[in-house]
């Protein structure tokens, strides 16, 4: 009957046999290569080396575990003598540590290797983004929205998969960085580097690699925060507050620029669009047709859609912006593909995304660039003029949900079918439009109404200036001024 065993398992016959040898002898250790069959080393470590007639040496290890039953196997790589690569070949060096370590992993409880896995999953920066990106939530109990994530994957890409540092000190890029074993001072070279090109996207890359180790700590799979201990050693400065925009006294001059300067009626109509309603960038950019009730003035904000920060429900129209959108409709029906700004070609969106070349035309005669982010803080200043400092309202008609409710603006898709519908939009479009006259009235576009006059004359608009809302302390600015009433 012939044998039917794998190659190098021996039979029973042949276990009897097999000859103990003190492997770390190098003699009895290359005399042991050189002949065919099974040794088991002599020593504690559980090893045994099996040599083929062909002289192929296998490491096989054979231990009992805690509950007595046989553990064993063949280790993957090549045996050899010495001077294994630890990739494809294997020393008795090399062979005898990978086996305490099989052997460790054996005594451990199921509780034990659950942890190790957690742990794995923030064993490299690497490894933590990738749960980071995939588990964090925000203050409102929801994930990162695909926006968020793009952005800061491509932080990460450019900044932490390359090497900023000195190849030769730091021979791997800060993703392969061990996140348990590296010490504060080594992410605050990383950080001092990187402002070198960009203090903005330094902050940004401490934000994210702090936001990796808080998430471990959390999950007790790391012990500390050291990017804290960077955040006190006051190694990047705080951004330099913005001192260029568009003052509300020099919206006529604004607004002249648009027309002059903006050729093309898709570039005027979306700053327009973006001025009027005060919405952020990729909120204007990205509504779709479908979502606009042109008929009753109104859009409604879809839940988790990109641009809205996790804003639910209606945005009221003003009736500035409902016949700019008629006549972009008319003009466009054939070619939109549903999206009101549709993307020219070479964005990641299917919408546009960017303005900054219509935003660096408008601003051609002034000593700055406005962004769009300036529009917002234009129609937020502006707005809390027109509403005596009633900065909920505000907040509201900016789409702040903490605002939303306590005017009572939120509206959710099935009340839109309701007949009380009618009533409460009525309260809000009356609302947008009061502010977009008012603006428009303060940009020279519209007849100065008496109440308009009166708010001027109260307020001085000489000495008008933006509310500091950066895209940053927006909603946390809004909210202190709002408890300041």
């Given at each position: 009957?012939?044998?039917?065993?794998?190659?190098?398992?021996?039979?029973?016959?042949?276990?009897?046999?097999?000859?103990?040898?003190?492997?770390?002898?190098?003699?009895?250790?290359?005399?042991?290569?050189?002949?065919?069959?099974?040794?088991?080393?002599?020593?504690?470590?559980?090893?045994?080396?099996?040599?083929?007639?062909?002289?192929?040496?296998?490491?096989?290890?054979?231990?009992?575990?805690?509950?007595?039953?046989?553990?064993?196997?063949?280790?993957?790589?090549?045996?050899?003598?010495?001077?294994?690569?630890?990739?494809?070949?294997?020393?008795?060096?090399q062979a005898k540590a990978l086996v305490a370590r099989i052997k460790l992993d054996a005594a451990k409880t199921d509780s034990e290797r659950h942890a190790d896995n957690n742990r794995a999953k923030f064993g490299t920066l690497e490894d933590g983004f990738k749960f980071y990106l995939e588990h964090r939530m925000t203050k409102r109990d929801q994930g990162l929205v695909e926006s968020t994530k793009r952005d800061y994957e491509k932080v990460f890409n450019t900044y932490l998969r390359t090497r900023i540092l000195d190849e030769k000190e730091y021979p791997k890029p800060p993703s392969e960085w061990v996140l348990a074993e590296t010490e504060v001072m080594q992410w605050q070279a990383l950080f001092a580097a990187i402002r070198k090109r960009s203090l903005a996207k330094a902050r940004n890359c401490q934000s994210i690699i702090s936001g990796v180790y808080g998430v471990g700590v959390a999950l007790k799979v790391l012990d500390w925060n050291p990017i804290n201990n960077v955040r006190y050693l006051r190694t990047l400065p705080s951004l330099p507050k913005k001192s260029t925009h568009v003052d509300t006294v020099n919206l006529p001059k604004f607004f002249d620029a648009i027309d002059a300067h903006l050729t093309r009626e898709d570039s005027k109509e979306a700053v327009l669009l973006l001025t009027m309603t005060g919405t952020r960038l990729l909120g204007g950019l990205g509504l779709r047709w479908d979502q606009i009730d042109l008929d009753n003035g109104f859009c409604f904000v879809q839940p988790n859609q990109v641009g809205w920060k996790g804003f639910t429900g209606i945005l009221p129209l003003s009736d500035f912006v409902i016949e700019l959108l008629k006549k972009r409709r008319v003009r466009r029906a054939a070619d939109d593909g549903g999206y009101v700004f549709p993307a020219h070609g070479g964005s990641v969106y299917p919408h546009q995304s960017r303005l900054s070349d219509a935003m660096k035309a408008v601003s051609a005669e002034f000593n700055f660039k406005a962004t769009a982010q300036d529009l917002r803080r234009t129609f937020a200043t502006v707005s809390a003029l027109c509403f005596n400092d009633n900065m909920r309202k505000v907040g509201a008609l900016l789409t702040h949900k903490w605002a939303v409710s306590k005017e009572g603006m939120a509206i959710t898709q099935d009340a839109i079918t309701r007949r009380y519908v009618q009533n409460e939009l009525s309260k809000l479009r009356a609302a947008a439009n009061l502010a977009a006259n008012f603006l428009l009235e303060l940009a020279s576009r519209a007849p100065m109404s008496e109440r308009t006059m009166a708010i001027l004359k109260e307020n001085d608009p000489e000495n008008l200036r933006l509310l500091n809302l950066s895209a940053g302390n927006e909603e946390r600015e809004l909210q202190r001024l709002a408890l300041e009433e």
């Open positions: 009957m012939p044998n039917t065993e794998p190659a190098n398992q021996p039979n029973s016959r042949e276990k009897s046999q097999a000859q103990k040898v003190n492997f770390a002898t190098n003699a009895a250790l290359l005399g042991a290569f050189k002949k065919p069959g099974r040794k088991t080393d002599a020593n504690p470590t559980s090893l045994q080396l099996r040599v083929s007639e062909t002289k192929r040496a296998v490491w096989y290890y054979r231990f009992r575990g805690k509950d007595g039953k046989p553990n064993e196997g063949t280790l993957k790589f090549r045996a050899v003598p010495q001077d294994g690569d630890g990739k494809l070949t294997l020393d008795y060096e």
